[in-house]
């Protein structure tokens, strides 16, 4: 299929623009010119210079017939018009009124391409609306039905509006194109104008009643200017190409389902097929376009249409990386933009093993899969990979006839996905509106159907168990999100019920139960996904706002054992958030989410149609995040994570097949981090969008440079990173008290035989150990455990810090490490927070604020001198005594800020009766 000109975007909006100007003699600059040659008629509806003194304009026949009766009052208007006199009024006394254009008034032009615009004004609209609709016909008069094209019901409340119509490309046997402008009462816009359909009006008018369709008696509507233009007919489509493939040449392109898809694999190579065709002879001038997924423009290929330059060409772009990608074409007649068209296409990396490994344990949730997209999806999936695809099994507009329709015959869809051994799994998303109806429940409330003792699904359900149940298992209950069965006080009764008559269709039947993360679990859904229960397993939709890091917490929560949950995403909105944005937050997700080894990974479809009538894949730029993410998590099993400094996160995946740290920067004060470590003879770096590149080395170890998008290490020495990781100190808090605190140093073996060694620790400065240390002899898999004392300097500031130290290793070869591992320094019952802000006194001296907020966590109270010790300066405090159990005291200092800008202040707490002293440090700006 070739994707059309959207010619209603910014480039149209030159022609709209100049609509009002194309009855202006003097119109003689270019852009007005590359308009005013694409005119193929105008009515503006001045006709007295013409000599048509009639009521009616010429050519344009009043619409007769049921619900258009005659007293309508429809003519000229010369009292209202948007330009020079005269408008066509359209005035209501009850039913509806229309003119329809004369046949054989305005030609067309087979394959050209047709812009249609008016100018619309109406007054005292309730229920009624004003509507433009065009069609082509053929010489013997016969309705081209499929080509139909209407506005939006129009309402401007007395205000002149621009509407416009973009026909379907001509076909063949278009001879003529037929317009009606109308004002039609509610119930008309469920008649066919042009033997198509129209919108229903319910869907854009709201009644006073309910149910009730209410009358206009006094509307009208006014139209103007009604201007049809002949544009270029431009296409443009994304196909597949391969490396000897040539990069720019004249070529036919290709009809295959493949230019659908918009998604590519290497080693193919995106190659853009462009099409450009005008019928009236002007020289044009084609600007293709590539931006990524940040919007950067990353190529561009300007070509002139002419004789030499044929306009038909492929391009095969030379793409910076893989990833998400955006190619615009523009038309244009000298400076001056007719025509445009865009089209979205993802660049994936090549399917490796690993894309089939665990592939299961990744979802595609398609319950709502438009029908003319269905033949798409086979293909599409062969692209994305093998992963699970979620299919509602029935349509909300599903008929009694289509019902037992597909009582006899097999889904198109399943059967193919499950010719080509996709994992099909099907959903009851939506009962058509019929079935919900005899069984007294909601298009969205499945249970309640089945609960129904009358049991009339069963025919419906038995027929497709029959046909897919041996070899289809997941069977889900309800839309993905959705939460009926919160609402159930008989949810264990009803899920029986199903489960014992699905089993014997099924004997091993999965179920699956939707439910939200902000909903409580009940005990009849922890039962149902319970280890011991072969009920089956919970779809957990996970919103936005459960931040990434936060998913963890959450599941904590839930009773039911992770192996039985199915984490479903909601993504960032893309008109709120950056694809940059987008894609880390999903990854993200995905990566805090596998730690804890579910049963699946869910997403919504990550696609969307190319444009209202053409179903081709337009892929969301999160398409390639989740399918490089899955493949990079799949066959890999969480192990640990490794402390690489403050706000970097590191976790370690490990496989038989191989392992890999993923690694990113969470919250450290820059935006990137560097890093200097071994990781391996020869590890290389994976980023989230499947472009794979080495890590430059500095000396014997490689550098890591992490922002806040994941990074997966792959090549990397397992064992030596799980030694890192199983580096650590226990407890991992140190009372902030100035005195001997008794620790324990752990070192893990990984590797399959004894390990030695040597340690000393090294950090943190001015800290002291005993012992400083160690040599060490530890048998496979073992944990060699060092006793430590630790002691540091009375002014040691509180949070997070490091514990630090070099190893002199000898393993399956010898290695010279430097490890890390965090502890905390602070008082377990005390939170502290600290600000300083800056203020100017009434005198207009600058004052520094500094700001203590204590609570105690304690069940006991407590005593404390707050300080604040500047620089030069004198020290404050204030008494905080007696701090309750529970309570939180707000204590505040100033200072001259002029003194101490630059400078830091130690600020903190001292006990009043015992040695414990809490200190911050902040900065004056």
Not at 648 to 655: A, N
Not at 662 to 679: G, R
Not at 707 to 718: H, L, S
């Amino acid at each position: 299929m070739r994707h059309k000109a959207l010619v209603l975007s910014a480039a149209m909006g030159v022609i709209v623009a100049c609509c009002a100007v194309l009855n202006i003699d003097q119109a003689g600059a270019a852009v007005h010119d590359a308009v005013l040659q694409r005119v193929v008629r105008q009515f503006d509806f001045e006709e007295r210079k013409l000599g048509n003194f009639e009521p009616m304009p010429m050519h344009w026949f009043r619409v007769q017939g049921a619900g258009y009766p005659k007293y309508t009052e429809i003519g000229f208007d010369r009292t209202v018009s948007a330009s020079a006199d005269t408008s066509l009024k359209l005035q209501l006394n009850g039913g509806s009124a229309a003119v329809v254009l004369e046949a054989g008034t305005l030609p067309a032009i087979p394959q050209a391409n047709y812009l249609i615009t008016a100018k619309v004004r109406t007054d005292k609209l309730r229920t009624s609306r004003a509507r433009i609709t065009a069609v082509f016909i053929n010489q013997h008069s016969k309705v081209l039905a499929a080509t139909q094209r209407a506005t939006a019901p129009i309402r401007t409340d007395g205000q002149w509006s621009q509407v416009s119509i973009q026909l379907p490309d001509a076909p063949d046997q278009a001879a003529w194109i037929i317009l009606r402008l109308e004002l039609l009462q509610a119930d008309q816009f469920e008649v066919p104008a042009f033997g198509l359909a129209s919108p229903r009006a319910a869907d854009h008018i709201e009644s006073s009643q309910p149910g009730v369709l209410e009358q206009d008696i006094h509307a009208v509507a006014w139209f103007d200017d009604v201007t049809i233009f002949q544009l270029p007919l431009i296409n443009l489509h994304v196909d597949t190409a391969s490396e000897s493939g040539p990069t720019t040449k004249n070529a036919p392109a290709t009809d295959s389902i493949g230019e659908d898809l918009n998604v590519i694999r290497l080693p193919d190579r995106p190659a853009l097929h462009a099409h450009v065709h005008d019928v009236t002879g002007s020289v044009l001038t084609a600007r293709l376009s590539l931006y990524d997924a940040d919007g950067r423009q990353v190529g561009q290929q300007v070509r002139p249409l002419d004789d030499r330059h044929p306009g038909r060409w492929v391009w095969q772009p030379d793409l910076p990386a893989l990833g998400h990608y955006r190619a615009v074409l523009h038309v244009m007649y000298e400076q001056t933009v007719v025509a445009i068209t865009e089209i979205p296409f993802t660049w994936l990396p090549p399917a490796t093993v690993r894309s089939y490994s665990e592939s299961d344990r990744f979802v595609i949730a398609a319950e709502h899969l438009p029908l003319d997209q269905r033949p798409l999806v086979p293909a599409l999936m062969r692209r994305i990979g093998p992963q699970r695809v979620l299919l509602s099994l029935w349509r909300a507009d599903m008929t009694h006839a289509q019902l037992m329709r597909a009582i006899d015959e097999p889904d198109p869809l399943v059967t193919q996905l499950l010719k080509q051994d996709q994992h099909v799994m099907l959903s009851f998303a939506e009962l058509p509106r019929e079935l919900a109806m005899s069984s007294q429940t909601d298009i969205d409330r499945p249970l309640k159907m089945f609960a129904d003792p009358a049991a009339e699904w069963k025919p419906y359900v038995q027929a497709v168990l029959a046909r897919y149940g041996h070899q289809i298992i997941d069977w889900q209950f309800g839309p993905t999100g959705g939460a009926e069965g919160f609402t159930r006080a008989d949810l264990g009764a009803v899920y029986q019920r199903v489960a014992d008559h699905f089993k014997r269709f099924v004997p091993s039947a999965s179920f699956i139960l939707p439910w939200r993360a902000t909903f409580e679990m009940t005990d009849d859904a922890t039962s149902l996904a319970a280890d011991s229960s072969d009920a089956g397993q919970i779809m957990m939709h996970l919103p936005v706002s459960i931040r990434p890091d936060h998913i963890e917490d959450y599941a904590k929560a839930w009773s039911v054992p992770p192996s039985r949950m199915i984490y479903h995403f909601a993504t960032l909105d893309p008109d709120e958030f950056s694809a940059r944005d987008r894609a880390t937050d999903l990854a993200l997700r995905m990566i805090h989410t596998w730690k804890l080894q579910p049963a699946a990974l869910a997403i919504d479809q990550p696609w969307s149609r190319l444009a209202p009538r053409d179903p081709a894949i337009a892929p969301d730029a999160l398409l390639g995040v989740w399918t490089t993410v899955a493949e990079q998590l799949a066959g890999r099993r969480y192990v640990g994570e490794m402390d690489l400094g403050e706000g970097i996160r590191c976790i370690l995946l490990d496989s038989a097949a191989g392992g890999a740290i993923v690694a990113w920067n969470q919250s450290s004060p820059n935006a990137s981090a560097d890093l200097d470590l071994y990781l391996g003879s020869d590890p290389s770096a994976v980023d989230i969008h499947g472009n794979r590149f080495p890590l430059s080395r500095h000396g014997d170890k490689q550098r890591l440079r992490l922002t806040q998008q994941p990074v997966f290490i792959e090549g990397v020495d397992m064992r030596l990173a799980r030694f890192r990781a199983g580096f650590r100190i226990e407890p991992d808090l140190t009372e902030s008290v100035h005195t001997i605190h008794e620790h324990v140093v752990h070192v893990e073996n990984p590797w399959p035989s004894t390990i030695t060694g040597h340690l000393r620790l090294t950090g943190p400065e001015r800290w002291d150990f005993i012992p400083r240390s160690v040599d060490f002899s530890i048998p496979a898999g073992q944990t060699y455990k060092v006793p430590v004392d630790l002691t540091f300097p009375l002014y040691e500031t509180a949070g997070e810090k490091l514990i630090t130290a070099r190893v002199d290793l000898d393993a399956d070869q010898r290695h010279t490490l430097d490890l890390a591992t965090p502890i905390k320094v602070g008082l377990p019952d005390i939170d502290l927070k600290s600000s300083i802000t800056l203020k100017t006194a009434p005198d207009g001296t600058r004052l520094a604020m500094i700001t203590l907020v204590i609570t105690n966590l304690s069940d006991r109270d407590e005593s404390f001198y707050a300080f604040a010790l500047p620089p030069g300066m004198p020290r404050q405090q204030r008494i905080v005594s007696p701090l309750k159990s529970g309570q939180t005291l707000v204590k505040h200092f100033t200072f001259p800020a002029d003194q101490l800008t630059g400078r830091s202040i130690r600020v903190g707490l001292r006990q009043t009766d015992g040695p414990a002293v809490l200190n911050h440090v902040l900065e004056v700006p």
